[in-house]
């Protein structure tokens, strides 16, 4: 039922997947061209491009890193603020110095004029002018002491300014790093979406599944099956079927269940579950909604019935939840009627 048009971008699609990647899925001459088609487009759904791969790796690699350089920033902005406090200090302490070095040369500067006071006035005090040198002595190293001092929070306010900029210049390499590393991490989140074309051949597959169940009805043999996991299915669902039971399997839902059955098993079946008749009573009139035989996807080993946990699953299984959730990556749609009945049209 597909149109010339989509049929040409299938064809195309197919095309260019198979020059990318090199690795067509082994065929069977038997299995009907259409099922080899949308085996091909669920296989190159499901297998990401070696340029996806590089990207992904890429990107794995660079979130590790932007861990380790935000811890950087982080480092970074607190050597920043602790030599911003000790800049903050050393001006303080360098200023108070200075304030009190002048202190004590405005008091020299005093005790020399008293000095020179003293020894000038007439009658001259011996113990006066004695007791104004013992200033001027005690101003001297006083204002030497301070000399000292300042010169010392001088030489520790040039280290702190020091640091404060060799912290300042870290803290914007390591910003900057942390930056442009988070652009790069943009740039591939984007790229990665752009190469992702799973969705793109899930839907060219389903596309055409309508198409796969006509061609495999009319040239079906019980040899176009295989066994997945002990359940029989047609050999174009296999690599997808396989592959949905084991990424099940690494979420913590083991599924199995019934794929295949002949026609006389269809029958059987129809008698079982309480239809009216075998052959034309709809299957929604039987005790279990069972096909019609010749009908049921069953027959072409293009439909399962899913079971978990020892038990056909309902709706209220995380097995079926899990399914709703992810079986349509792999191709596969459920029949709303059935929980347990997935196929590739849903049919
Ligand atoms: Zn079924």
């Known amino acids: 039922m597909t149109t010339p048009r989509i049929r040409f971008l299938l064809v195309a699609a197919l095309a260019a997947v198979l020059t990318i990647t090199g690795t067509p899925i082994p065929t069977s001459a038997a299995v009907p061209q259409v099922a080899q088609q949308w085996a091909s487009l669920m296989h190159h759904s499901l297998t990401p491009s070696a340029a996806y791969v590089r990207v992904r790796t890429t990107l794995a690699a660079q979130r590790a890193s932007l861990r380790t350089q935000s811890a950087r920033v982080s480092k970074g902005r607190e050597a920043h603020t602790a030599a911003q406090a000790e800049l903050t200090t050393a001006v303080a302490a360098d200023a108070a110095a200075r304030t009190s070095y002048a202190v004590a040369r405005e008091g020299l500067t005093s005790a020399r004029n008293r000095l020179t006071l003293v020894s000038q006035q007439r009658p001259r005090s011996g113990v006066v002018v004695a007791g104004a040198k013992g200033a001027v002595t005690a101003a001297v190293q006083s ?19 020091s640091s404060a900029r060799t912290a300042t210049v870290t803290l ?176």
């Open 143 to 161: 204002a030497s002491t301070r000399s000292v001092q300042a010169r010392k929070t001088a030489v520790a306010l040039k280290a702190a300014q």
């Open 172 to 347: 914007d390499r390591v910003v900057a790093a942390y930056q442009r590393l988070t652009t790069a991490i943009r740039t591939n989140q984007q790229r990665l979406i752009a190469l992702d074309k799973s969705a793109e051949f899930a839907g060219q597959a389903a596309a055409i599944s309508r198409d796969v169940v006509t061609d495999v009805r009319t040239r079906f043999t019980v040899a176009d099956t295989t066994t997945v996991n002990g359940i029989t299915v047609h050999k174009s669902v296999a690599f997808t079927f396989r592959r949905m039971l084991a990424d099940a399997k690494a979420d913590g839902i083991v599924l199995s269940g019934g794929g295949f059955r002949t026609k006389q098993q269809q029958i059987k079946l129809r008698k079982v579950n309480g239809c009216p008749d075998v052959w034309t009573a709809p299957a929604s009139s039987c005790r279990v909604p069972t096909a019609i035989p010749g009908r049921s996807l069953h027959e072409l080993g293009l439909a399962i019935d899913i079971s978990s946990e020892g038990r056909t699953i309902g709706r209220d299984s995380a097995a079926f939840r899990w399914l709703a959730a992810n079986a349509g990556r792999y191709g596969f749609v459920n029949l709303p009627s059935e929980a347990w009945h997935w196929s590739i049209t849903g049919g």
